[in-house]
């Protein structure tokens, strides 16, 4: 063995030897993830997240993904020929839009995520928020009162498969699908789904994989990024105008979420193994938002 | 209350009273329910199993429910305009073609089955062949060799995610869709699925349900189902001509099935709660196959 | 299969479809019986009340039996010339006469219902109430202060066995005898046993069996009976005159009762399965007396 | 304190200290005791064996108690001018006669028992051999081929009562009737009845308490009790003439129990504490039958 | 058997029967014992009190046992040359004498009672107050300011390791050393750590054997040795000078002490069978301090 | 956060990444490691050791450490001026000997890993090999039949303390002292000790931590180490000078743990992580003999 190699592995030593503390701490954790954007396209992000997600489960923690479907629905709709029509500025969802939503959604994505980390030697298993009535939902009322179709927003989690499975031993990948009570289906925002489920399990921790650094102070400056926000902070910072736009519902239902969660986390999704970095070494990545 | 409906009250309290050793047998089976034809699409016959399922979780019994896909993949299909090519009779899977299949099996139909268990009060979780690496598959090899793209067959079935659901309170609703061992997706004959994962489960029941009324002396009188079968008298069968076409291989798979399954039925699935019938009365329905 | 068998198969599954609910409602719910009268003398009332405990056996009730003894004592008492007296118009229990009782109920009665329902398939197992110290008792005073001899009133329960017994699979059979904490054996009127068992099991049901068809605003007219009596109407029954005689005190203990149980039922045994049709049917049967 | 009390009290710790490798030998033991007699009848002895049970349980082992009847069946027989016919020799058991024996073992025999040891302290459960279907029995034949009417020998036994009483910290004290098949009571012979259960427990130990000081070479010098016999030497102890009389089927059967029993022993049931003077000391009493 | 022999049995039956209701009360209790004085350097004594541990095991007792040092270290420290300085009458534990007291209290008399207990056939295991932290330690300040080295006070009890042998079948015997945050060992008096275990593991009785009878009216008599101590009385003791010098401090722990265990005793180890006595006869031995 | 602290992120994800499979593969492995040598000695060593057997506990692993005694004990040996007599050149260990043997075993170098490993965060109790009987030991004759002393070896592993603590979260550190029948202590090779705990656990593995970089080709090149050896090529070895002095016993009993172990292996304990580079990296390090 030679010296450089030798070096590596010291590096390597150091590396875990860094990590334990977190590997320890997080034993047994129930982390919700908020799975879109730019990782759930680039194959090299893709592949890391993956990666993550099973050295989560590796080390004990139990992890839920919850995915978005983005534009692959758009994409299915125009091959279909589908009309759209909407009403103060929101897609209306017809029936048509709702099967092609849900077959993209339960049926493409999910499947291919699962696929995915089952091929990389995690175990994963993928749902619909149908199965065992997870996300029970009711028609969302647009702004206007008009009718934004099958539009769901969530009337009531029931966590029980997710508890089955990740007591199973698997990590369940689900897909934001609600369940009326009449047996309709509905197309729930991904960002509310994790929400609600992080909120129903009592997850230790919420992270939101998306396409920003997390909250900047200056918008064009990347390294501005607030590391810390305390839940009190947040109607301050909306105010200040620090938070704009996106920002403020997200902070906002952060906030609320931590009555049952442990910390909310706004993670840059488009860096390399940032769920890992932000667990398992000392270098918060992103933004947290904590209680 | 009049007499009438104390006669009625009777004859309900007659029903009860037979059903009770069969309840009491079945409590903790595992039946494995291959659901598929007619039964998959009369709205009446379709609420009849829902409502079978929904009485045999209730009393115990441990089902699994494997679905097909039929006249659905095909319209999808031909409205997206994917041209389909054959082989040896078969039609060539391809990557497209592919897609679409995943789509409408487990995301249009695998969901339709699971709202509807959960809406009518059963607990049921929709899953694909590919969650928890259920169905481990590889490319089926063509009678001629030539290729017929993304078709699988089982190479492994992984039984831990049904346990799993089971135990934990579900009805699985699995989709027939097979990973191969690169991650590539493969369509899964549902026949062949159900038997795959009968004989993994060690079940104690796999029923088939489908739009014949069993095995016939003759195949134009209904009247003539060999009510059971035994697993010496198989090729018999077969020789003597009695069962010819599709009911070949239907019986050689039941035959081998039965290494590992307590008993195989085929059901009639136009016949209004033929699967209850099956399980809770004294008359048999259908063929048996037994060891 | 002719037309009529499929007509009462139909019957067969709407009576197991609705009786699905409550199937599911009631298992793993404690349902005290007491168990008296006609139906413990006629032989086919007899037969349908075994068929009933094993029903609800079967689909995972865990019904608690408590009998009374009646003419069997008075019978034996005769025949072995025993003299009787009174006092208040209540019969004096000397030392012999509890030895009869306790003869009658624990060996003769108890064993009957024991063997019925072993014999019918139902795992039953008969105890008396000194098992285990179930019934802890004291003599009971006479309102005249007369000594009343070995009738006890009683001082705790212990519910040990019963739980035991239920969790191991078994119903308990209770002959309704006390154990004094000076191992004094007492003779328990019937109903307070129930009562007192159903109250420290916090029991689900307590049932009494007996020979009227309920609570009827006209006594004369089976048809009047009450269907249900909520907890505070109960004294405006009595000072309305509605409830009379032998009724008052049943209905002051069943609101009692409903500190610990879920609810109290006046059944008619001289109906077949008047048990089974209360539990598995929509129809109500008899009076329900509830919180 | 003075001197004599300490003498005592190092007697005392020296009775506790030589019992010590007992206790904990027998923590958890199954011994099954054959209960008639004079350790029945006499007061003094009654309450001897009472607490030698009581402390069998205190320590940890498992008692199972099986009684017999006695001259209280035949007292209560004549009591009632019931006839008694004979067939070699054996008595008849009518309907009447087993319907006295069942009153006086199930009723007054076992409740009595049942209620000295939980006055006592211990905790035990009365039942017969019907419960549960404990004793499944048939018929028994009598050498002549004459009808001795409901006199029964045990088909099989079903210990699942006894386990569940045990387990759930309870001392089962067994009034030896058996049921048939269809329904029918027969009366069992108590120490067919004790072997048989200690069989099917695949008990420790099998005590019989009887009036005898065990085996002797000479029957009129009680000092020449016989300690240990193996069960090779049964034969030949009978053959030699040794063993005579009602001891030849007591060893024949200890013999034949000693293929699920640890050991069987003859005790001395008219010296007080002979159970627990066998149990917790170095000195055996009686005779052990050992493999 | 000669009367003589009967005699001496009965005697040792009426122990066990005396000791019965003892034995059932104390099952699971754990018992923390502070082992010195004389009883540790008596061969005789130290021989009884084994036998007392071992069956207070038996019995189903879980002692725990904390040991000091006594003359050893002074013997070694000498036998070493190690000088020795004091503060306010004090000695201060240096490193090199520290490095004495951990290698006799945990190598050499830790190891001579654990291998005493085993040998006799109880089960146990040695370990020091380091061993899974369990005495978390910290610097000792003397009353005038000095430095009195390597004496610790607690910290911290972390009970787990305990908790972990007791339930795996063990007696843990405990050297009384502590563990400082940065890995420093410290010195415990012995006392303080028995006592800071028993309140950590809630524990049903401390005990203290020591070289006095107990807290007597007049230090001159022992038989004036006061029975029971009821917490509000301590302090009116002190004041009334009936408890003076050491049995000060040991009053004031053991009343603080009851905030969390059942009772303390102080019981002089110079009586043989001192523990068995005050446990399982109805003589209390010593002192009892009650709440 | 700069460029550069991004590729020590990077750096430190693939290390996570690359021990993902040994962390997943390794999860609930006993691990028996004999720990001795310089990596007992020097304090970088000392605490890498301490690291990697923290991070081994943290990812699951089950660690148990036994140590030796090396300088210490002859230090001490010679500050108490205890004279030291030789057998065959084997030093003869007196009562004086062991006694200070002991000492600084389970004493000192106990206490000293066992405070180590709690104070890094690890949790770890030291035990001595007579607790629970770990190591029942007896008197090892020396090859000329002189008398060695108080020198055992192993008669029976005792593994029920190890497994008791593993079970229970600690790492069990062993100081290598058995217990005679009669309660004598012997001291016990640390080699020995070591393999035959890993054989009576059923280790995964047995690690030798000693002063060699493992088997060498040429004992002057260490970059000649034999990477595997197979058990069958053990003798070979020996035959043809390959391995020569102290590693041919190493060697020999290393095949004979393979017997109950799944691997053993020899490693550098002058290479700091060196435990941590052989369990969680693709490069092996020193030599496995594997079966």
Redesign the interface.
């Known amino acids: 063995?030679n010296r450089l190699?030798l070096d590596e592995?010291?590096?390597?030593?150091?590396?875990?030897?860094?990590?334990?503390?977190y590997?320890?701490k997080f034993r047994g954790s129930r982390v919700v993830i908020k799975y879109g954007g730019a990782a759930m396209v680039d194959a090299d992000l893709k592949a890391a997240v993956i990666?993550d997600l099973?050295?989560m489960q590796?080390?004990?923690i139990l992890p839920v993904v919850v995915h978005g479907g983005g534009k692959e629905i758009t994409q299915l709709l125009q091959?279909?020929g589908t009309e759209t029509t909407f009403i103060d500025g929101q897609r209306v969802t017809n029936q048509a839009a709702l099967?092609v939503a849900?077959?993209?959604?339960?049926?493409?994505i999910?499947?291919e995520i699962?696929?995915?980390l089952?091929?990389r030697?995690a175990?994963?298993?993928?749902?619909?928020g149908?199965?065992?009535?997870l996300l029970r939902a009711r028609k969302l009322a647009s702004a206007s009162g008009g009718d934004l179709g099958y539009v769901g927003e969530i009337a009531e989690v029931r966590p029980?498969?997710i508890?089955?499975?990740t007591?199973?031993?698997?990590i369940p990948v689900v897909a934001p699908?609600g369940?009326g009570?009449?047996?309709q289906?509905y197309n729930i925002n991904a960002d509310v789904a994790a929400e609600a489920i992080a909120v129903a399990l009592r997850a230790d921790k919420l992270i939101f994989l998306s396409d920003i650094p997390g909250l900047m102070r200056d918008p064009r400056d990347p390294?501005s990024v607030i590391g810390t926000v305390h839940r009190t902070e947040v109607e301050e910072l909306i105010a200040s105008g620090v938070a704009s736009g996106g920002m403020i519902p997200k902070l906002r239902s952060a906030a609320k979420a931590l009555d049952a969660c442990g910390k909310v986390h706004i993670l840059d999704g488009r860096r390399?193994?940032s769920l890992?970095?932000e667990l398992?070494?000392e270098?918060g990545i992103g933004t947290q938002i904590v209680p």
């Open positions: 063995m190699s592995l010291m590096l390597r030593a150091d590396a875990l030897i860094e990590a334990m503390p590997i320890s990666e099973h050295l590796t080390v004990g091959q279909l099967d849900e077959m993209v959604l339960a049926g493409r999910n499947g699962t696929a995915a089952n091929t030697g175990r994963a298993v993928g749902i619909s149908k199965g065992g009535a029980r498969v508890e089955v499975l007591e199973g031993g698997f699908l369940l009570e009449d047996g289906s390294d390399r193994h890992l970095l398992f070494t270098k």
